[in-house]
């Protein structure tokens, strides 16, 4: 388990944009995000291998969990774990007492699961998967 990727989740992807590049020496990348939303990638300057990420959120701030609910603020940087067998992980969460939140495939990088823990604080879990297999 490696806590190894940071997201910021924005509604406002041009200004962070603009915000990321000009203060940390770092280019981001636009790549086509899930849900037809943006993403870049940031990738810090003199090296071709991304540091982290920024998604674009519903500008109505609208998008739910399966719990029926947002959980997301207007912007926050969001973290993952990265764990070897997300279904395994997630199980042992659940028993655990903690409530999957969501889940879903981002293509050609993995699984992702977002949990809330038993003392209410929302975790991303993500397996790795040259191709991504679909979580029932």
Known sequence: ???????LHTQYFDTSVAFYTAHFNCTIREVRGRNGKR????????????MAGIFETA?????????GQFHMPISAWVGYVTVDNIDQSVEQALADGAIELAAFEIPYIGSV????????????????????????
């Open 59 to 67: 500008t109505n701030c609208q998008e739910t969990a399966k719990d």
């Open 39 to 50: 993403y870049g990638l940031i990738i810090p300057h003199g090296s071709v291998k991304p």
């Open 113 to 136: 699961s977002v949990l809330k823990d038993p003392a209410g604080q929302e975790i991303n879990l993500i397996e790795y998967k040259a191709t991504g297999s679909s979580r029932k």
């Open 1 to 7: 388990m490696n806590f190894d990727w940071q997201e």
